[in-house]
């Protein structure tokens, strides 16, 4: 399995990024998918979660309203686009991968996760 993230770059506050996770090696369309990020000194942390339809999403409160999660289940690709970007938003971003067969459950634990990409950087400017 292979979840390989991109889109990671510098930007100015108050500007967007868009963020890619491509998965292979795994039946996408079972697993939910989760956005995770870790800032410099700190813990990783939950960003935002889809279901497998993607019917179902969850945000963290300090990005609802800001960032938004898709998925494309034809490319095996979920999503993490990021609006009105703040320097705490400044992190590297994991995408992660969570079996849950049909159902459209949701996880917000990263415990609770299979697989793991590798990361991608997103700077925020003030």
């Known amino acids: 399995v292979q979840l390989v993230e991109s889109g990671g770059n510098l930007v100015q506050a108050g500007n967007s990024v868009r963020l890619s996770c491509a998965a292979s090696?795994?039946?996408?369309?079972?697993?939910?998918m989760g956005w995770f990020r870790q800032a410099p000194g700190k813990e990783r942390e939950f960003v935002a979660v889809i279901s497998t339809s993607g019917r179902s999403t969850y945000y963290a409160s300090s990005v609802k309203g800001r960032f938004t999660v898709s998925r494309d289940n034809a490319k095996s690709t979920v999503f993490l686009q990021m609006n009105s970007l703040k320097p705490e938003d400044t992190a590297v971003y994991y995408c992660?991968?969570?079996?849950?067969?049909?159902?459209?459950?949701?996880?917000?634990?990263?415990?609770?996760?299979?697989?793991w990409g590798q990361g991608t950087k997103v700077t925020v400017s003030s």
């Open positions: 090696g795994l039946r996408f369309s079972t697993y939910a």
């Open positions: 992660a991968a969570k079996y849950t067969g049909n159902t459209d459950d949701i996880y917000y634990r990263s415990y609770n996760y299979n697989y």
